[in-house]
């Protein structure tokens, strides 16, 4: 499987921060082989915007 994230910038949408989250931890658990980071590693390059409904993973850590 071929996943390209680098340069990437990928959103999870939900009606609500767990539902977010919920997809963004599933997304990370079906592919952290092919990530090759741990969950802290994935989620320190997450952020949350401010309605609490988006989560966005930045291949690179947000500066």
Known sequence: MA???QG????FTGRNRFEAKRKAL???YT????????MQDF???CSLSPDQKVIT???QPPR
Do not use: A, G, I, Q
């Not at 990437?8 to 959103?11: C, G, P, Y």
């Not at 592919?31 to 741990?38: A, G, N, Y």
């Open 3 to 5: 996943l390209v994230t």
């Open 8 to 11: 990437r910038v990928l959103k």
């Open 26 to 28: 599933r997304f990370w």
């Open 31 to 38: 592919h952290r082989d092919v990530l090759r980071e741990s």
């Open 43 to 45: 989620v320190k390059k």
């Open 57 to 59: 993973y930045h291949p």
